[in-house]
């Protein structure tokens, strides 16, 4: 079993930055393969960024390329997503999940471990 908890979350005014954490804790953090995701109100959940786990690769959807970084502490089993120049359209509740890469950008309805998600609010 992972537990994973997200922290970071809050009211920003556009072109903002926030930095999101998630940390973790059950289970061998290193070994996993680690995500964020978000859910804006009405809309389905959607992928935002994902590292494997070395660190050594990461993905992001293109609507959050060149503003979000995705990175993570093996020594500190946390993962983290450092959110720039936020917009309007970025506000969700942020969801940090884990598992394989296959799971985090192909099926991630097949996800194991969610956490239970930081709201992200962005002023204009």
């Known amino acids: 079993q992972v537990q994973l908890v997200e922290s970071g979350g809050g009211l920003v005014q556009a072109g903002g930055s926030l930095r999101l954490s998630c940390a973790a804790s059950?289970?061998?953090?290193?070994?996993?393969?680690m995500g964020w995701f978000r859910q804006a109100p009405g809309k389905e959940r959607e992928f935002v960024a994902a590292?494997?786990?070395?660190?050594?690769?990461?993905y992001y959807t293109d609507s959050v390329k060149g503003r979000f970084t995705i990175s993570r502490d093996n020594a500190k089993n946390t993962v983290y997503l450092q959110m720039n120049s936020l917009k309007p359209e970025d506000t969700a509740v942020y969801y940090c999940?884990?598992?394989?890469?296959?799971?985090?950008?192909?099926?991630?309805?097949?996800?194991?471990?969610w956490g239970q998600g930081t709201q992200v609010t962005v002023s204009s």
């Open positions: 999940a884990a598992d394989s890469l296959w799971r985090l950008r192909i099926v991630p309805d097949q996800i194991f471990y």
């Open positions: 059950g289970r061998t953090f290193s070994n996993l393969d």
């Open positions: 590292i494997t786990w070395s660190g050594g690769s990461t």
